[in-house]
């Protein structure tokens, strides 16, 4: 188990560390793991090592030590760094080289005998003689003694002898240096040899602490054949079956950093926030839009209090209230004349007919009229067939002078089509009839332009204006093409469901 300060911090990075590291061991007892260096740039807090807690069976006592792992050195050896511990089952003690063996790798050539007599430099000067000194007392003279017995004859040269050895040709073997014969690596009773990786090979260690049959292992005994079969939990160990599994334990990424997929998921009341399919529902938030502004459709239909709308007389929307338009004289379609007038939609509406303020329509049978919806772009929304009209103000509770003389509302159908908000053109158009058919109520327009166009140029859009010569709605229209004119009187139109 490797365990930095409890909490690590990379600020420039956003990244927090938290928390030991445990590595296990594979079958062959080898692990590997990747975690921060000791030295890492941006760290906080700096200047500490990793301590380093073992536990392995069969040990007499798993050992705690500190270990650094600088970033110059981003691969390590564990067995390399983590202290000698000579109460381990496996420690084997290790000779080093001679000196005669290091000298022989640092390129002499030559034997042992050589190596010694390479050792012996040349004779130096002879030293100054230095200063005599003071005469001693005289003593008495002694008797004279037997003459001994002459010694064997030296040998010749310059050394006298070597550990103790006086030849003319010294020659030394391994004992008389004090060192192991250069035979002894690798045999019975020698020195065990390091392999390429500085380790004693395997062929060279015991077959067992023991010295025998192994007779159990964490408990168990082998099986007929010897062999002994642990689990995890035979070692104190966490099964690797368990790693990412429900009531296991988490994996770390190449990262050293929880997977995404075993990070947990918290709802938004967890969290205390609101769920994402509250903005725009009922009973929840407003969303905003591209502008950062509250989408028209989420706000609350702001009319003012007590006062005439669309809806409070049958209508979904209007061009405008028809209360305050002056009543002037009769005003005729002209045929062929394509009428469109502006609706404001301010939220999802469904409608299906287009309605006309008639004033003396009786309803002749020859005549053709359509009626559609065109949007801002000028695309056609939707569009009736080419139908004849009953008379007008015929409804049902109108007051007798409408009836009598046919005035009142004249409604054309088309396919039920819902209008989201934004602005929109009523179309209206007598197909086949005669110039004094069809009379309407009208806002009076006595300019080439009327003033229901009147808008700032950062919103251009003109509310009433027409197109000639046309024989059936078109699929698109555009108030900006030089058949677009604005010299009539504009027609009262309204939306209804």
Do not use: C
């Not at 975690?35 to 050992?63: F, K």
């Not at 390590?76 to 496996?90: Q, Y």
């Not at 010897?226 to 988490?250: C, H, M, Q, R, W």
């Not at 509310?463 to 677009?484: E, F, G, H």
């Amino acid at each position: 188990m490797f365990r930095a300060p409890s909490l690590i911090t990379f600020p420039d990075s956003d990244v927090i560390l938290g928390g030991p590291v445990t590595a296990l061991l594979d079958a062959q007892g080898a692990f590997a793991v990747t975690i921060p260096a000791t030295d890492a740039p941006g760290m906080n807090p700096t200047g500490w090592s990793y301590s380093v807690a073992e536990q392995l069976a069969g040990v007499q006592m798993n050992r705690v030590y500190q270990v650094l792992l600088p970033a110059a050195t981003p691969a390590v050896d564990i067995a390399d760094i983590a202290p000698t511990d000579p109460t381990t089952p496996t420690y084997v003690a290790v000779r080093g080289d001679s000196a005669y063996e290091v000298a022989v790798k640092q390129g002499f050539a030559g034997t042992v005998a050589q190596w010694l007599a390479s050792l012996i430099g040349p004779q130096g000067a002879k030293g100054d003689a230095g200063a005599q000194g003071p005469k001693g007392d005289k003593g008495d003279k002694g008797d004279r003694g037997d003459q001994g017995v002459a010694g064997t004859a030296g040998a010749p040269g310059v050394v006298q002898s070597v550990n103790g050895i006086s030849a003319a040709a010294v020659t030394l073997n391994a004992a008389a240096v004090h060192a192991v014969p250069d035979t002894a690596p690798g045999a019975p009773n020698g020195v065990a040899q390091l392999d390429a990786t500085g380790k004693v090979p395997a062929a060279q260690l015991p077959a067992s602490s023991g010295g025998g049959a192994v007779s159990t292992v964490a408990g168990k005994s082998p099986d007929g054949s010897g062999n002994v079969a642990l689990v995890a939990a035979d070692v104190g160990a966490i099964p690797t079956t368990e790693k990412g599994a429900a009531s296991g334990v988490a994996t770390l990424g190449t990262d050293g950093i929880l997977t995404t997929g075993q990070r947990p998921t918290y709802t938004a009341a967890q969290v205390g926030a609101l769920a994402t399919t509250a903005r725009a529902a009922a009973n929840g938030v407003a969303s905003l839009d591209s502008t950062t502004r509250i989408p028209i459709a989420q706000m609350p239909t702001a009319v003012a209090k007590n006062s005439w709308t669309p809806q409070a007389l049958g209508f979904a929307a209007w061009s405008f209230d028809p209360g305050g338009v002056a009543n002037p004289a009769a005003k005729y379609l002209t045929p062929q004349r394509l009428y469109l007038t502006g609706v404001n939609i301010t939220e999802s509406t469904t409608v299906t007919k287009a309605v006309m303020f008639a004033r003396g329509y009786g309803g002749v049978s020859t005549n053709r009229y359509m009626a559609g919806i065109y949007r801002e772009d000028g695309t056609r929304v939707v569009a009736s067939s080419a139908v004849a009209l009953t008379q007008a103000g015929q409804e049902t509770g109108a007051l007798p002078g409408m009836v009598s003389n046919h005035i009142g509302a004249v409604p054309l159908s088309f396919t039920s089509t819902t209008l989201t908000p934004g602005r929109y053109w009523v179309a209206w158009l007598m197909t086949v009839g005669g110039t004094a058919d069809f009379s309407f109520f009208h806002v009076q327009n006595e300019a080439p332009v009327a003033t229901a166009n009147f808008f700032m140029t950062t919103t251009p859009f003109p509310r009433a204006w027409y197109i000639a010569a046309q024989s059936t709605l078109p699929t698109t229209v555009s108030p900006t093409a030089s058949t677009a004119l604005a010299d009539h009187d504009i027609p009262i139109v309204a939306l209804a469901a």
